[in-house]
């Protein structure tokens, strides 16, 4: 088993290795749905993190349009990939053009969306050796994270600790609770009308609104 963590701060890049974390995942603003990393600031902890010999994994997990695709494509080539050792992609689209684009090992996100056998083993065969990891739906039940995990012949990986998201929109739903930049972060917490559960953490950036 290895312990794979997000990382956001250079500071704690030290700190993971010395818990165990054997691979640190990293997200630039622009292409990853809850990472806040500019260019500068990611280089310089990609670079502190191969000086430590930990694994560098940069996530693109956004969902786009076309106009948000191309301007992905400029923010790759500002990112020094030669310090990423595997990109990480959701989108179908992101997966093909990093397959035909780029030589790093893959790892597909199929967190939403694929949830039967035959599919991941689609992609499996379709991205070969250059596959190197499928991350599956902590939400499925343990007879099939058994059952994909025998049939697959890449490494697996599932969400151990963190948090779960539960509700996605493109839209901007928590603008009107306050003035600040659309782009800029905005956090809040919500409740269900249907149940007592409440404290849901809520999410938004520039790429729209999460729940988790």
Request: contains cysteine; proline residues 3%.
């Amino acid at each position: 088993m290895k312990l794979t963590t997000y990382c956001d701060d250079i500071k704690s890049i030290e700190t993971f290795q010395n818990y165990g974390a054997t691979e640190l995942i990293f997200g630039h603003v622009d292409l990853s749905k809850s990472r806040r990393w500019k260019t500068d600031n990611l280089n310089e902890a990609l670079s502190s993190a191969k000086k430590l010999g930990i694994k560098t994994i940069l996530e693109w997990d956004i969902t786009m349009t076309e106009n948000v695709f191309q301007k992905c494509l400029e923010t790759l080539k500002e990112i020094d990939l030669q310090l990423v050792d595997s990109l990480r992609v959701q989108d179908p689209g992101a997966a093909e053009y990093v397959f035909q684009n780029f030589s790093h090992p893959m790892q597909l996100v199929c967190e939403v969306g694929n949830r039967n056998l035959v599919g991941l083993q689609s992609f499996e065969e379709y991205f070969g050796q250059r596959l190197e990891r499928i991350i599956i739906s902590a939400e499925l039940n343990k007879e099939l994270i058994e059952k994909f995990v025998n049939g697959l012949k890449v490494e697996t990986e599932i969400l151990g600790l963190g948090p779960i998201l539960l509700f996605y929109t493109p839209r901007n739903l928590l603008s009107p609770l306050t003035t600040i930049n659309e782009e800029d972060l905005i956090e809040a917490t919500g409740s269900s009308e249907e149940s007592p559960h409440k404290g849901f953490p809520l999410r938004q950036n520039r790429h729209g609104t999460f729940m988790y």
